[in-house]
């Protein structure tokens, strides 16, 4: 990911008011993020994105790893931290700036083998209890857009299935890719074909940076698609389920 170096100091504070950029990595989205077992610091598609922006900078990096979204939004949102990794959301636009997103990533819904369900427009009816992790994307996303099920929240995605399980629950909804993983670990599951919705996932800083800043994030994102970077970055952690988001339009 090498991108020609920021010249303009005045800028670069703009962005990274500390001296150094402080990068949320949130190991709950483990398509992006994970832990490695032989070093402290978190690798991952983010992790990738991180270092080379603080390359571009000029700047020392400091990973800030937390285990769910809620997390990584408080960091940015309080200004904790100077960037993050996160699902487009509006609600979480309140405090964070977002780029264009970088990745696609699939929602999916997981249900027992011998389920009566077999579609995804199934699964919102009365007594249906669907398990989502607690602040995650697709629990935003439900929260707004489920009218006739019950939502239960997990403590965190990677804890969905297991919840699913222990509860007895109907419905089992996060990330493709975790939940195919899930259901090899775990005997009797399958996925719902399709997908119920699509992650759009972005870079984002706090609300009050400057438009500069945000502007250089967003150049920032840009180059790393049109590079090849992002894809690269995709291919080099084996990820399967994600696919490189198109370039933003002009407004």
């Known amino acids: 990911m090498t991108v020609a170096a920021i010249d303009d100091p005045a800028l670069v504070a703009e962005l990274v008011p500390t001296g150094r950029l ?50 990584a939004v408080a960091a940015v949102t309080e200004e904790r931290a100077d960037i993050g990794f996160f699902a487009i959301d509006p609600e979480r636009g309140a405090g964070i700036g977002f780029t ?47 009218r006739h099920a019950t939502l239960v929240r997990a403590a965190s995605s990677q804890a969905v299935v297991d919840t699913f399980m222990a509860d007895r629950l109907d419905v089992a909804a996060g990330v493709r890719q975790q939940l195919e993983a899930d259901a090899a670990r775990v005997p009797g599951l399958r996925l719902l074909p399709g997908r119920f919705m699509v992650i759009e996932q972005a870079m984002g800083l706090p609300k009050g ?28 952690h084996h990820i399967h389920g994600a696919s490189v988001a198109p370039a933003a339009t002009q407004p």
């Open 22 to 71: 402080r990068a949320v990595i949130n190991l709950g989205n483990a398509l992006l993020a994970h832990r490695q077992p032989d070093s402290p610091e978190p690798a991952g598609v983010s992790v990738d994105l991180a270092r080379s922006l603080a390359r571009l900078l000029g700047v020392e990096l400091d990973l800030i790893p937390v285990n769910i979204a809620a997390e």
């Open 100 to 146: 264009a997103p970088y990745v696609l990533i699939e929602g999916a819904y997981l249900v027992l083998k011998n389920s009566p369900l077999t579609d995804n427009a199934q699964v919102d009816a009365e007594g249906h209890r669907i398990v989502v992790g607690k602040g995650s994307a697709y629990d935003l996303w439900l929260t707004r857009n489920i």
């Open 209 to 236: 940076r400057s438009e500069r800043a945000a502007g250089l994030l967003k150049s920032f994102v840009e180059h790393a698609k049109a590079s090849g970077a992002v894809a690269a970055a995709l291919q080099a």
